[in-house]
């Protein structure tokens, strides 16, 4: 098939080179001009402007944005509508909230545009590889496209997950899962380090992922990032978060469904961003007031 | 009554002045003298050692440790019983842990020496003008010994809680209460401060104790650190904790209740005692292997 | 002064009954005739439609709102202000959450209305005999009514807290608090429930009551609680919750302020409603799975 | 090797029809006959007790306890110790608490033989076909039977993780970190099972077991488990526990380590087992003292 691509960051640059070597032909439109250069350079089409992106698609085209989350998905929609012909495609990869999708899909259909929302996983090596796609929106429109999932997927790696926002709601999810996952993992190795045994981390990772109940891609790369560095002395324990925890927690909020290990996740990221926090000031001044308790000056 | 005291830290000291003031003849004793000097001053009767103190006490002699919990109360109780005669009473006023309260108990009883586990909360203020008192072991100990806790606690403030124990584990409930309290409250007063409103936290802390749902002693406390220190500015966020918020916790895991939010207030207060965290690096190392994402060198 | 006032609930009536005991003249309407009619009773003035509201009281009239969170509040507005003359003064003292009273106060100022967020604390008993207030708004509509409010407050027991949303802010934070307090409280009890003693828990909050630490209003309560029904047994432990603690914690979120005790109290609540949990049943099934754990079948 | 096996539970029948395809001799004693029998007719050599069993071994005999965590170790070290000759190896391979094997290494050494602590994980399918094991103790003793954990493991999958009590510890470890992780997986089904979708979990299970970030060993069992019940409608969402995650929290609690994720879990669990809380009546009880709230009357 033809395929425009929109954005190639990370995971875009990976994507455009997955599709391309699956025998696609890839158009891609990059905001600064050197990614379009270095992917020209790999045998992808180049697109110096969306109109010329548009150009070189024939219809039934099909666009695939991968661009941050946010308002930019918004005005990119905005331009590009106007230069697509009805029931061109745009298929949204990248990790937006799945109530924005819902909205882009019913205003893009009002416009006689179709839409997908897809939420990718795997990393840039799965986007170079093989990738793991949740895909939603009209079922017709997917089936239209599936060759391309199936092409950039690894086997067995696609589903298509139902009406418009499902693709990234799954995806949603799956990301809010992965925080619980990496903070269990991490508490538990925080307290083999502070344990009175002298273990090697990276072999205590290594045993789990051969035939342990705990094995999976999360302990193969706690098993990897120990052996870069054994003692992680190389870096600070700040976590950064990009939405997807924080819209996870939120749904849980909404729906009423009790999700403390997500959210206690959440928590201990936006704590480690913290280098002192104003509710221990408080804590530690009353327990002053009532029992004359020692109090760090600052 | 005549009561000897053992410990005159801020909370013993100011419990033997408040006993004093009751009418009671309070013979203190200390590890350093000079603490008892400062007692003779003000009208107690000093003893720099202890047998001086079991011998400046007439039988059935009421000795009241006020020490720190652990192995020190041991070490005295070791070092006092075979200077008592049968039925005198050791009162243990400290923070000990209420399972080493009923050992205690049980072998001093073998040794036909009585034992009362009193818990006392009320921060040194209540030491000295009126303390609130929960108080475990035998009833008819309790009953010879109730005149002073009656003298000592605010009106209506000691309970006589039952089998030996029982007084060490009220407190340490009631302490466990106090960190999820507090937490609740630093939490509340944390949202506040990163809010959009610009609030003098010390007329919220002083509104919300005239009238209000949450109104009470911490909150009272909480007004007047604001009045001190009105953004907290002078100290770090650094909550210490003295052991019975833990032994809540454990006591919770080990009767299996559920028990979140107290803690949590512990585990905050751990974490506010951590420059950085392990686990922290291992999530961040973990979210750099799959998705190449920032990480804070050292 | 004069004051309208709509919604005779529990707390409108109660506030009611407050004002005019101040010697405010008030006017009431409430949505069923009934309770106006009882208002009357209590020598209040009955108002039966809004036209009437409006009209029994002079300029610069005042309204206060005391009607359940949500669209009718928007409603009731909507209705209300074409009725009003400029600088007419609406204060909504009910529970909204403070984005709306950010919107409703500026869409009345385009319409030449004044607009007060009161968040009211104390319950029915503080409604009627002096509650907590924190009024948020221009500071000169604020001044112009303040009289009521000093009048229904206990001592000392209103703040101006700021600009428009501010009152309904900090009155959101207290509810929080309020969790967080009430499930350590429980927490607590709880685990005073499993141990090994035979407790008598309205004495346990009796002397927490009298000098502890974390006496206040809620420790009364619990008091009082215990007094009518000593184990609680009439009663099952689901806990309702009516929006403040989710706002809290939604707000905690979008601040990036690790706020786990409160949000652990709105979970357990959630929790508290559902008799069996979907994520039970996963885990459940799990555990059959890799062990052959034991299931309970349906 | 030779290797006497005692315990034909779930786990310790698999692990010796396991060791025995790799050409081992083992000798297999069970409490109830029965499993013996059973055990015989697979070409494993039974004995009926444990004389019986030892005496079918030849020196230096390796004896694996694959028995419930407890007092029925320590029983069984108790009857076995006197029938062993020196330097006889006794590997504990069950779910023992880490300092249950500290205590017993050092007993055991002290009368002459020899004691490794081996966590194995893998369920019972591990256990059959290829198990993942850390084994601590004295070196010596693990090379002596190292060719036992390479052949019952699947390739790499064993480690000697040093001292006595190690391989219990990082086993210990592992069991809470699957807590968590169980958890995190139940809670994004939950929000999924509530969301305005309509999902089909196993589908969703099986996409992100191909090329996800959380593919795993425990997301592939979810997807058995929604293969056999798409909706888990068969079962109720009762979680149980055996040990290791109590004591990993409770190993997280004395070494200051902040573990909420571990713990949330556990207090999930135990929640799930519980139809009513005390909390729950305590919250219930105070909302409706203040503010008249509605309460569930039983």
Redesign the interface.
């Known amino acids: 098939m033809e395929i425009g691509i929109i954005g190639l960051g990370?995971m875009g640059y990976n994507l455009a080179l997955n599709m391309k070597d699956k025998g696609h032909k890839v158009v891609a439109y990059n905001k600064t001009p050197d990614k379009t250069k270095d992917a020209e350079n790999e045998g992808i089409i180049g697109a110096y402007n969306l109109e010329e992106l548009v150009k070189k698609l024939s219809k039934r085209r099909v666009i695939w944005l991968m661009v941050p989350a946010g308002e930019i998905v918004d005005e990119l929609i905005e331009e590009l509508a106007p230069l697509l012909d009805e029931h061109d495609i745009i298929i949204d990869g990248g990790n937006s909230y799945y109530k924005d999708s819902i909205r882009r899909h019913a205003l893009l259909k009002s416009r006689g545009i179709d839409f997908l929302d897809a939420g990718t996983?795997?990393?840039?090596?799965?986007a170079r590889y093989?990738?793991?796609?949740?895909i939603g929106g009209d079922e017709e429109v997917f089936r239209f496209v599936e060759p391309i999932f199936r092409d950039i997927?690894?086997?067995?790696?696609?589903?298509y997950?139902?009406?418009a926002?499902?693709g990234h709601?799954?995806k949603m999810?799956?990301?809010?899962?992965?925080?619980?996952?990496?903070?269990?993992?991490?508490?538990?190795?925080?307290?083999?380090?502070?344990?009175q045994?002298?273990?090697d981390f990276k072999?205590?990772a290594?045993?789990?992922?051969?035939?342990?109940?705990?094995?999976?891609?999360?302990?193969e790369?706690?098993e990897?990032?120990f052996e870069k560095?054994p003692k992680?002395?190389?870096?600070?324990?700040?976590?950064?978060s990009?939405g997807e925890g924080?819209w996870?927690?939120?749904?849980?909020?909404s729906?009423?469904?009790?999700?403390?290990?997500?959210?206690?996740?959440?928590?201990?990221?936006?704590?480690?961003?913290?280098e002192?926090?104003?509710?221990?000031?408080?804590?530690?001044?009353?327990?002053?007031?009532?029992?004359?308790?020692?109090?760090?000056?600052?």
Chains 1, 2, 3, 4 share one sequence.
């Not at 093989?130 to 949740?134: F, N, R």
């Not at 997927?153 to 589903?159: D, I, M, P, Q, T």
């Not at 809010?176 to 269990?184: H, L, N, P, R, T």
């Not at 290594?206 to 302990?219: A, F, K, P, Q």
């Open positions: 990370k996983s795997g990393g840039m090596e799965g093989g990738v793991c796609t949740m997927s690894v086997e067995n790696g696609y589903l997950t139902g009406k926002g499902s709601f799954v999810i799956h990301n809010g899962i992965e925080y619980g996952m990496m903070q269990a993992i991490a508490e538990g190795f925080e307290i083999l380090e502070k344990s045994f002298d273990l072999e205590v290594r045993v789990w992922n051969h035939g342990s109940v705990i094995r999976g891609w999360l302990m790369l706690t990897k990032a560095d992680l002395d190389g870096i600070k324990g700040v976590m950064f990009s924080l996870t927690v939120q749904e849980a909020l729906l009423k469904v009790p999700a403390p290990v997500i959210t206690e996740s959440l928590y201990m990221r936006y704590r480690s961003e913290m002192d926090t104003f509710s221990g000031k408080v804590v530690a001044a009353l327990r002053n007031e009532f029992g004359g308790h020692k109090v760090v000056k600052k």
